[in-house]
């Protein structure tokens, strides 16, 4: 029932780095381009695929978690932005609390209405504390959810926010530094929060080069998510595929 997450927390223990590729419905053009992706993430290993968005202007959600399922084995996470975003021929969805926020839409609202619809399904639920932090400039998920990302150089408010989070009994800390960052987390926060849970730690946002990628997995991102670069510069998820591949040979541990 909880094989993701029993998944990902014992590579986690092991020191064990995991990629997830994002497809934000939004910016699927066609089913061809949405195939182009997941067929290299079939060709690289790619160990889990995301789908969701702040905003769904298309009718096209349900239909890429099809052909995600359609052509390929890799597990299907949903990564909603409301709870519009539940389909049941997905493999698990993250329920994200967004405890660096202070709104309770966000932090409650939307899980009560999507409570009972995900007790319908067979989704693995995953509680995540979800997190964003600053990155230069408004993100779609801080616009829309109405909050304010915690400041990047306020390194013990980050760490504080993931204790609370594992304290409540969440199970994955999420970092994001929001969809398109300019800039992604910095190493020394991905360091602090990583030493202070023992929870895996989900890091995304603005990662757009092999060297920012090494970075954060070297700093204690456990999972790195990679969405809008992908789709510019397909490079890359071949190469951070590579390299997380060969540093998990010789596993690291941060704490
Ligand atoms: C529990 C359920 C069903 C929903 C939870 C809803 C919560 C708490 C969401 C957190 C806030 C939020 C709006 C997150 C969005 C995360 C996401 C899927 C981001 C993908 O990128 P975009 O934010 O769409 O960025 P672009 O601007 O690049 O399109
Ligand atoms: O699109 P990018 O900037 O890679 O971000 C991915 C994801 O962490 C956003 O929520
Ligand atoms: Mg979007």
Known sequence: MNHLLSQLTQKSNEGKRSLGILIDPDKVSDNSACLRVINMCVENKVDYILVGGSLMTKNNFSQIIQLIKANSSIPVIIFPGNYYQIDSNADAILFLSLISGRNPEYLIGQHVIAAPILKRTHLEVIPVGY????????????????????????????????????????????????????????????TAVKKNINVPLIVGGGISSVHLAIQALQAGADMLILGNSVEENPNLLIEVSERIHHLNQKPLNIN
């Open 131 to 190: 997190m964003l932090v600053n990155s230069g400039h408004a993100t779609a998920a801080s616009y829309i959810s109405n909050t304010t990302p915690i400041p990047t150089d306020k390194v013990s408010i980050a760490v504080s926010t993931a204790m609370a989070g594992e304290m409540l009994g969440l199970q994955i800390i999420y970092m994001d530094a929001g969809s398109g960052a300019e800039a992604p987390i910095p190493p020394k926060v991905i």
